[in-house]
């Protein structure tokens, strides 16, 4: 028989670690019942599961057992390990709250391997649709499924596509929007780097079923990784007759070719893209008229999200059926989240839609670092807002955090603890949006600086009531006047701030107090003489020479000259240090 | 490489990217390129053969457990498939010498087991 082993972890954060104890209990009972030729115990560094107590995981069986008590042990030993048998009562059901489908292949494949992708399935999409739809049907699969776009909007893809194909026009055009500005977010870059030819073979379809001949990637210089792999893709597939002249023997021709964006978060709004690639300064321009109507050099172009395209050849292999088998009522599929903050393990899920913010959170991100509470969760960053914790039980989808005064967005999830404080966190998107506004319309370029102001001023302790009031009038005529989204969306993590948080707001305006302690004019450092043991330990840490005193007399700071890094506040042992 | 047709896509093997039965992967998007996956994939090819270990050393994409890049994946005939968080340079010695030649586990850098 195969040797056992048995992979010991505790789970939980809030406890004192019990893995040695247990593994203590183990081995001795391994040892008293002579087993130990036939299984062994490992402490392993982490198994995926948290908050679950003392976990551990059987194998070569892969039998999961959580919650241990002490008195497990010996039964654990007793009747799985020699006697074969699973203990139902321990066992943990792995159900896994992750959907992989736009990043299947993401990690498993290599990605410089075409090879890899056609073993995998790829292209077979492709085929089908060459050979055997007309791209009225792939509209109308398209329009079974439920799609919609990825980059933030969440327009039906359908539309745009069958508003493209019904253009008259001889040429048409097809872009892939992989300009990805959000600070946070880097799902497509993801896609990109792991799966290129999954958005190709997207982009192709696409193509196809607009009638087009020229398809364009736009990705933003920073990603150089992601573009090396594209064109790597690119020179496989025409290598291998996917792309230029008759397309795996069809009468279908089509070629790709890949465009820098410079970096700018306006690029990546779809008029100001087409400009760019157009060679024209980065602006973004009135519509109507829509690209599919006159886009890139005044001709019809569909312009779509990399996570969109990435999601085509799944759904047409499946069926537009299959894949609106999956979500809420009007958001079918999956999405792929960012995920980060204050949480336990960032990185990058992939959920069905219709999943609680709670459940991606928590279960799959492990919950909130050192055990703090969590205050509330930010989507779609820049354009987003804030999702208070009194709502995590909402079911991710496009109407629900729209009307929650977020927006799904791209895919960026930041988890915000009791340590983070909202007005600093609107100060710091607005700022960004400042930053990255064109300046070509008043209300966007000025009334994004008015707000940056406001918003300084009450993190500076100088804010007055009326401010609210100002905040949110000036945010409200940037919602209506803007021209392009940047500056129609840029006030919503203001006022969904405001919304949720108006207590927040109100404490630094009137009590001049930052609850959670981030805004520096706010806070004050000093130090509890009962409790100071006199080390002197903040003394020496102080970067500003504002610890003053001596071992003997004890220490004081000197508000003038505290810079407020909050240095002494960390090294102090005692917990003399108070911040508020 | 020829032009594919259609009855090649429909042909291939679908355990062509399964890669046998002993294989190491390394997520080398750029969040693992910045952790360091790139020296940590070079160190895996050049240790490899200078040690005489063969195994398939290959490249992929994101994994999803960003945050304890660089990411290894390790999959050797007759024990489990074991990812590896945090792995430097030492740590992928390791890998080829303990997991790969020597077939133990190393069992600080588990993240993932099955
Ligand atoms: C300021 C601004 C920035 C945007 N940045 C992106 C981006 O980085 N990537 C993206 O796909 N869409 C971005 N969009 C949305 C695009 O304008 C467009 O709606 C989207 O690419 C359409 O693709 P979809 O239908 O597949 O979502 C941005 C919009 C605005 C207003
Ligand atoms: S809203 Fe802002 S970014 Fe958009 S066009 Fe106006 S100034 Fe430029
Ligand atoms: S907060 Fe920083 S600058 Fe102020 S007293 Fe403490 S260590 Fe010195
Ligand atoms: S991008 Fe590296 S694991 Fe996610």
């Known amino acids: 028989m195969q040797k056992k082993i048995i992979y010991l972890k505790d789970t939980d954060s809030t406890q004192q670690d019990r893995v040695n104890d247990f593994y203590t209990l183990f081995s001795n009972e391994l040892r008293d019942t002579n087993l130990i030729e036939q299984a062994s115990v490992v402490r392993i560094a982490d198994m995926g599961l948290y908050e679950k107590g003392v976990a551990v995981k059987i194998l070569p069986e892969n039998i999961v057992y959580t919650g241990l008590k002490n008195t497990d042990v010996k039964k654990i030993i007793e009747e799985t390990i020699k006697g074969n048998k699973v203990i139902k009562e321990s066992l943990y059901e792995k159900k896994s709250k992750q959907m992989r489908a736009v990043l299947k292949n993401c990690g498993y494949i290599d990605p410089e391997s075409l090879e890899d992708y056609l073993a995998a399935g790829g292209y077979k999409a492709l085929a089908k649709v060459l050979l055997e739809m007309k791209p009225e049907q792939v509209v109308e699969e398209l329009k079974k499924s439920g799609l919609r776009g990825r980059g933030g909007a969440g327009y039906p893809t359908w539309m745009k596509w069958n508003f493209a194909r019904g253009m008259n026009s001889p040429e048409k055009y097809v872009i892939c929007n992989g300009d990805e500005g959000d600070p946070g977010a880097y799902m497509d870059r993801s896609v990109l780097e792991g799966d290129p030819h999954s958005v190709l073979e997207g982009m192709i379809i696409a193509g196809y079923t607009i009638g087009s001949s020229k398809g364009y990637f736009y990705i933003r210089a920073e990603y150089p990784l992601a573009v090396e792999r594209v064109q790597k893709a690119i020179d496989q597939a025409v290598e291998a007759g996917l792309l230029g002249n008759n397309i795996l023997g069809s009468n279908y021709s089509f070629e790709l070719e890949i465009r820098l964006g410079a970096g700018a978060f306006v690029c990546g709004e779809e008029t100001a893209l087409i400009a760019s690639i157009e060679g024209k300064r980065g602006t973004p321009h009135p519509r109507p008229p829509y690209p599919s109507v006159k886009g890139l050099w005044e001709k019809p172009t569909i312009i779509n999200n990399v996570e969109t395209l990435a999601n085509i050849p799944q759904l047409i292999f499946g069926g537009g059926a299959k894949f609106a088998s999956i979500g809420t009522e009007k958001s079918k599929g999956t999405k792929v989240f960012a995920l980060t903050g204050k949480v336990k393990n960032s990185g990058l899920v992939e959920v069905p839609m219709g999943i609680t913010i709670r459940e991606i959170i928590f279960d799959i991100g492990g919950g909130i670092l050192n055990n703090r509470s969590i205050k509330a969760v930010q989507t779609g960053g820049p354009s987003g807002g804030v999702i208070p914790q009194e709502f995590l039980d909402t079911p991710v989808d496009y109407e629900n955090l729209g009307k929650l005064g977020s927006i799904m967005g791209s895919g960026g999830m930041i988890a915000i603890d009791e340590t983070d404080c909202l007005v600093d966190l609107a100060k710091f998107y607005l700022k960004f949006c400042v930053d990255e506004s064109c300046g070509k319309c008043a209300p966007c370029r000025l009334g994004g600086y008015q707000l940056l102001h406001l918003l300084e001023k009450i993190s500076e302790g100088k804010g007055e009531m009326e401010d609210l009031d100002k905040l949110k009038k000036i945010s409200y005529a940037m919602q209506k006047a803007s021209l392009c989204g940047l500056g129609q969306s840029a006030s919503n993590p203001v006022f969904s701030t405001i919304r949720y948080f108006e207590e927040e707001y109100k404490k630094h305006i009137i009590e001049k107090k930052c609850p959670a302690g981030k805004c520096k004019a706010l806070i004050y450092f000093k130090i509890l003489p009962p409790k100071c043991k006199k080390c002197g330990l903040c003394f020496k840490n102080c970067p500003s020479a504002a610890i003053l005193g001596s071992r003997e007399a004890g220490y004081v700071i000197d508000p003038i000259k505290c810079v407020k890094c909050g240095l002494c506040f960390d090294v102090c042992k005692f917990k003399a240090v108070t911040k508020e | ?114």
């Open chain 2, 1 to 114: 490489m020829k032009k594919i047709t259609k009855e090649d896509i429909e042909k291939i093997d679908p355990l062509k990217k399964d890669l046998g039965k002993s294989w190491i992967k390394v997520g080398m998007s750029t969040c693992g390129v910045a952790a360091g996956a790139d020296e940590v994939y070079a160190t895996l090819i050049e240790e490899a053969k200078k040690r005489n270990i063969e195994i398939d050393i290959r490249k992929c994409g994101c994994q999803g457990a960003c945050s304890v890049e660089p990411l290894v994946e390790v999959n050797v005939e007759g024990l489990p498939k074991v990812l590896y968080g945090r792995v430097n340079k030492d740590v992928a010695i390791t890998i080829l010498e303990r997991h790969v030649r020597n077939k133990k586990l190393l069992h600080d850098y588990i993240f993932e087991i099955n």
